[in-house]
């Protein structure tokens, strides 16, 4: 069974940055299209942003809510993915995913906190 | 943005009832459609792909039919570890959505 394991979910002022990482133990996470995943509290999952593979070269996308606020990156040495927040908004406050959404393979999520 | 909407928002049912829970999406996605179960700390789990397929290990009593707009996930017989959300998610093109969940308990 695919593992993946988000952390750096914290308290966080508006305005202030943060990084989420995403470690994927059983799976060579540069051969996987990787996404992020968030689900604000009592509301649905709304998908945030998606690195291709490495063979497509790692070209990221991202949802309109977040465009040029959050960056997706990876370090293939860590077999790991990251996303970086920035710019936070009271809006942000969600539990973040990370996931193979091609594949079905979700972590059980952090907690991001913007207040 | 292609939208996705799910009835009910909650059901109630006993043990061995059959569960249906649609999931509508606000246009054609063909096949491209997956069912997840959430249960509340855990990493969703992914039920059935491609619309009606099920995924390695899952239980037979889920099944899921249904294409271009309208979707159906079917548990022919509910049992107490079904308690639990489950949502409909496309992936048709970017950006990727999900429907709202539906909330399964027992009666």
């Known amino acids: 069974e695919v593992q993946m394991a988000e952390s750096g979910g914290t308290w966080v002022q508006p305005g202030r940055s943060l990084r989420l990482s995403c470690e994927v133990p059983g799976i060579k996470a540069s051969e996987y299209y990787m996404d992020w995943v968030r689900q604000a509290p009592g509301k649905g999952m709304e998908w945030v942003g998606r690195?291709?593979?490495?063979?497509?070269?790692?070209?990221?996308d991202y949802a309109a809510s977040v465009r040029g606020r959050f960056i997706i990156s990876r370090d293939d040495s860590q077999n790991s993915i990251y996303l970086h927040l920035s710019n936070l908004k009271t809006e942000d406050t969600a539990v973040y995913y990370c996931a193979t959404l091609s594949d079905g393979y979700w972590g059980q999520g952090t907690l991001v906190t913007v207040s | 943005d292609i939208q996705m909407t799910q009835s009910p928002s909650s059901l109630s049912a006993s043990v061995g009832d059959r569960v249906t829970i649609t999931c509508q999406a606000s246009?054609?996605?063909?096949?491209?459609l997956s069912w997840y179960q959430h249960k509340p700390g855990k990493a969703p789990k992914l039920l059935i792909f491609d619309a009606s397929k099920l995924e390695a290990g899952v239980p037979s009593r889920f099944s899921g039919s249904g294409s271009g707009a309208h979707f159906t996930l079917t548990i022919s017989s509910l049992q107490p570890e079904d308690v639990a959300t489950y949502f409909c998610h496309h992936l048709d093109h970017l950006p990727y959505t999900f429907g709202p969940g539906t909330k399964v308990d027992f009666k």
């Open positions: 690195s291709r593979d490495k063979a497509n070269g790692y070209i990221t």
């Open positions: 246009q054609d996605i063909d096949f491209s």
